[in-house]
């Protein structure tokens, strides 16, 4: 026997039964993202929200103060040294190279907690383009919005 001889079978035979599987796959996965999706009803997702995560006293906006106070805390979670600033070890991606140099005026490569809350309040100037002082649900969900959300968790 050659191996011309065998391809036919590998060739007749594993197609049907991949795409068999994919099929299984795919059902599976619908299946699974049904039951992921369904619990998630209005009342759920509110809580979960940017919003409700953060606003503390419970205007529907989340405001600089209110911001502060998540961007200070995560700070403190993410300083794993204890060397009074975060690196871009310590960040995880939160700002991308070219956020961590605009955040460091004093360009040691690092951030210090003033720096952080600085680079924190031009992401969230940035985020409100109705200029109203707070961010809401709508505004949390643009591109600029999560990159504010990315220093407070
Ligand atoms: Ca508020
Ligand atoms: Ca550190
Ligand atoms: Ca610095
Ligand atoms: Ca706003």
Redesign the pocket.
């Known amino acids: 026997m050659t191996a011309r001889d065998e391809l036919p079978i590998f060739g007749s035979v594993l197609p049907r039964q991949e795409a068999d599987l994919n099929k299984t796959f795919l059902a599976a996965a619908l299946t699974a993202a049904t039951i992921i999706a369904a619990p998630i009803e209005p009342a759920f997702a509110k809580k979960a929200s940017p919003v409700a995560t953060l606003d503390t006293d419970n205007d529907a906006t989340v405001d600089i103060n209110e911001l502060n106070k998540a961007v200070e805390a995560l700070f403190e979670k993410l300083e794993k040294d204890n060397d009074g600033t975060l690196d871009s070890k310590e960040l995880q991606g939160r700002l991308s190279k070219k956020e961590l140099k605009a955040a460091d005026p004093d360009n040691d490569g690092t951030l210090d907690k003033n720096e952080f809350l600085a680079a924190a309040a031009s992401l969230f100037k940035d985020a409100?383009p109705?200029?109203?002082g707070?961010?809401?649900d709508k505004?949390f969900a643009s591109k600029k919005g999560k990159a504010v959300l990315r220093l407070t968790r």
Do not use: A, K, Q
């Open positions: 409100d109705d200029n109203d707070t961010l809401d505004e």
